[in-house]
């Protein structure tokens, strides 16, 4: 499975974004997709999961304002993010795995992207 997130760059407090991962796998609609971010110093942490049914489950942090989808006909998992803030600002990554369950921890996903950065000025 190969990952390939989009969708990052600048944007101020408040503003919306919205980013993309492009997945390449025969069997995507029975993967668990993720997005992790990790800030400036800090760990790598959980954002958002949708199983391939279309479970999902989000981070505190980002519940409310975060929406993440897939599309599966076209290999595709979407994180819609509004009222960003200042701790929002990382660089954020997709990530796969074959289960059909949601996970929120790295070790869980095989599979990962190159990350997309995100950055968000007052």
């Known amino acids: 499975v190969q990952l390939q997130a989009s969708g990052g760059g600048l944007v101020q407090t408040g503003d919306s974004l919205r980013l993309s991962c492009a997945a390449s796998?025969?069997?995507?609609?029975?993967?668990?997709l993720a997005w992790f971010r990790r800030a400036p110093g800090q760990e790598r942490e959980f954002v958002s999961a949708i199983t391939g049914s279309g479970s999902s489950s989000y981070a505190d942090s980002v519940k409310g304002r975060f929406t993440v989808s897939r599309d599966n006909a076209k290999n595709t998992i979407n994180l819609q993010m509004n009222s960003l803030n200042l701790e929002d600002t990382a660089v954020y990554y997709c990530a796969a795995a074959q289960t059909n369950r949601l996970r929120a921890f790295p070790s869980g996903y095989h599979y990962w992207g190159q990350g997309t950065l995100v950055t968000v000025s007052s």
């Open positions: 796998a025969r069997f995507f609609s029975t993967l668990t």
